[in-house]
RNA sequence: GCCACUGUGGCUCAGCGGUAGAGCGACGGUUUCGUAAACCGUCGGCCGGGGGUUCGAUUCCCUCCAGUGGCUCCA
């Protein structure tokens, strides 16, 4: 099997001082020669990893920089992470961004001084009592936190000295290809009942050259951002009556559409079976199933007839009311109930972004009554099935197994069961993989497939879910071979996750420009002259006889215009048709959206071509 | 929900104490034109909502709403 896979790099970290995260980078010192680092036990070695090195003491000048002008900050984290480094800091009042140049003065300015970096260590005890006197409270929770054995470092940079594990560049004039890009609130430790500090975050390179690189590539991404492009190619909008309730345009609906007519065209073949549920159903339904018990918070509920009722947040007690509706065998499994059900979570409002993070949306689910017996193979074949739906659009993707949450139900043993389930499917296809712990559903855990946007956000589309817990609160069973009731298991599964996302995915991995079998217009038909007008009607009408999705601009306008706008808006295909077509009469000038000017050839000919592109979904 | 920032016509943005401006779009004309923007004209905004300060607020302050970047949470 094919499998585009990526290593992991998660944006947030909450571990104190080793927690720079591993970049992923290539390690690559500057003209082929390996960079050397400070470790905490005094040596000086090549870096391991040398953009880390530099963020993480680019972190520390930001830190020292910081503490020269507001000396009564207090310090708390700041590792070095995917693309830059994070400085979290304690300051009455916070930071504004209007800090920021004022920071950044500062920084260099110690860049400058091209400070000396020093390693110590202190004992565990000298350690506290130092950052005690200078009233690092943060840092004094970080050492009594470490392990008993730690050994416990500290790196100086002229007036600036701060617990670390290193390493460090040896000269702080090694960082002077930096930027501070944002500020944002974090809670100290990442939990919400902590207090909120102020994050500062940065970038940092080798060299100014790969500093503006990565500064242009952040520009040229935000350029492929779904939210821009949507309102650009008239995809979806949102309305202020509904935040975080998107609505679909005309082309975007041919999109969702279109995802959905691929996704049976894999479903169907494989023994999916297609139900639709009510979208609210009476509360007591959310009671039993646990949803009211570990969901509540993010449900809308309403009253019918003085009866609570809830809004689906999700559809597997929907699908059980179905399965049980009928006496079912052993002969029925694995049965395989899908459903493109819509969903309504209440989330809340900071959360909330473009199609990627919505408070309604549709998911591509499935749940699926299996035998103990059947687990391995069901979940390997939805493992195959997720990576042929991803491969079709070339997405990079990577696994995580996610283990049983804090908030949860069930017996260990039932969670122990599954867990090994889902690890050993994972195992025996040789896919890698990262453990999250305690970030599985609360019915059960779950392996997730995360895709990436533009910048290189990570989000959650594909999951499988085993669920041993479902099955024995609405006590669904089959009759055996045996003759005798038998409990089935659950999963539950999704390929897009949620179409809305996926979608959001998608028009940010195309930049817009969609393969034809996706463009919500895949030819558009721009006459000339109004001499030309009639035979447009014409090749138009033959377009839409053979399937094709196209439209006929037949405005007063230049066909240089007519032209730019297609391309605005992304068309695969332009047919420019003037005099020399209308006198064939059997021929159109093609223009690609991508190749330019293709030059004229039979009308046929270019129907069946892009037939041909739409059935086979090239991209 | 929390922290910071932003919110001006359909879109992109300027103005920032004396009651609004550009380009594009839309609309009406003129033009009928060969591969990324023809020309002329017209319409269009109680400057996100509410409250306050002021003789006067789009401009200052407060508050609410929405969005953006993060945090927490999650498909």
């Avoid at 701060?162 to 390493?167: E, F, M, R, S, V």
């Avoid at 009731?485 to 809305?500: A, C, D, L, N």
Wanted: hydrophobic share 35%; aromatic share 10%.
């Amino acid at each position: 099997m094919t499998m585009s896979l990526r290593t992991i790099i998660k944006r947030k970290s909450y571990i104190g001082r080793e927690n720079c995260e591993h970049s992923e980078r290539p390690l690559y010192g500057r003209r082929g020669i390996a960079m050397k680092a400070l470790y905490s036990d005094g040596s000086v070695r090549d870096a391991e990893d040398e953009l880390k090195v530099i963020r993480h003491t680019t972190s520390h000048i930001l830190a020292q920089a910081v503490k020269r002008l507001y000396p009564e900050t207090k310090l708390a984290i700041g590792p070095a992470i995917a693309d830059g480094f994070y400085y979290d800091m304690d300051r009455e009042g916070g930071f504004t961004e209007a800090d920021l140049p004022k920071i950044e003065e500062e920084m260099r300015k110690i860049v400058k001084e091209n400070l000396k970096l020093e390693t110590y260590t202190l004992s565990r005890d000298k350690a506290i009592e130092f950052e005690k006197g200078r009233h690092e409270d943060y840092k004094v929770q970080l050492i009594e936190d470490l392990p008993k054995d730690e050994v416990i470092s500290f790196y100086k940079q002229g007036d600036f000295t701060d617990l670390c594990a290193g390493p460090h560049v040896l000269y702080t004039k090694q960082c002077k290809a930096f930027k501070l890009t944002s500020l944002a609130g974090a809670y100290w430790r990442g939990d919400e009942h902590n207090k909120m500090l102020t994050r500062i975050y940065g970038t940092a390179f080798a060299n100014k050259e790969d500093l503006e690189k990565y500064l242009n590539m952040m520009e040229e991404a935000k350029k492929r951002d779904h939210r821009k492009l949507g309102k650009e190619l008239g995809l979806f909008m949102f309305a202020d009556e509904g935040p975080g309730f998107p609505f679909f345009l005309p082309n975007g609906m041919v999109l969702k559409n279109t995802l959905m007519s691929y996704w049976r065209s894999i479903h169907v073949p494989a023994g999916y079976k297609e139900i639709s549920t009510p979208m609210m159903l009476d509360r007591k339904l959310w009671e039993m199933s646990g949803h009211w018990d570990h969901y509540k918070d993010n449900m809308y509920t309403t009253m019918v007839d003085d009866v609570p009722f809830c809004i689906k947040p999700m559809n597997c007690p929907g699908s059980i009311l179905v399965f049980k509706s009928e006496a079912r065998s052993y002969r029925d499994l694995p049965l395989r109930l899908a459903e493109f059900g819509v969903v309504h979570r209440h989330e809340k409002s900071g959360e909330l972004h473009g199609l990627m993070r919505v408070r309604c949306f549709t998911q591509d689910d499935s749940h699926i009554y299996v035998t103990p017996d059947q687990i391995t193979d069901e979940i390997e074949a939805i493992v195959r099935i997720i990576d042929r739906m991803y491969s079709q659009f070339g997405f990079k993707y990577h696994v995580e197994l996610s283990t049983r949450p804090k908030d949860s139900m069930g017996s260990d043993e039932d969670w122990k069961l599954a867990t090994d389930g889902l690890k050993k499917a994972l195992e025996t296809m040789k896919m890698p993989y990262v453990v999250n712990e305690g970030d599985g559903a609360f019915y059960g855990p779950k392996i997730d497939f995360h895709l990436e946007d533009s910048i290189g956000r990570t989000w959650q589309c594909g999951t499988i879910q085993l669920d041993f817990q479902m099955p024995q609160r609405f006590d669904v069973q089959y009759t055996g071979a045996d003759g005798q009731k038998h409990r089935p298991i659950m999963i539950h599964r999704v390929v897009f996750g949620s179409v809305e996302r996926f979608i959001g995915i998608l028009i940010e991995h195309y930049a817009g420009k969609f393969p034809v079998w996706l463009a919500p217009v895949q030819v558009k038909v721009l006459s000339v002259s109004e001499k030309s007008r009639g035979y447009a009607v014409k090749v138009t009408q033959q377009l839409m006889d053979a399937g094709v999705r196209c439209e006929n601009d037949d405005r007063d306008e230049k066909i240089g215009y007519k032209i730019r706008e297609a391309q605005l808006q992304k068309v695969p295909y332009m047919l420019v048709l003037g005099e020399k077509e209308t006198a064939d009469g059997s021929i159109v000038a093609v223009r690609s959206r991508d190749r330019g000017d293709l030059g004229a050839r039979p009308t046929a000919e270019f129907i069946a071509q892009v037939q041909k592109e739409n059935a086979e979904r090239t991209n």
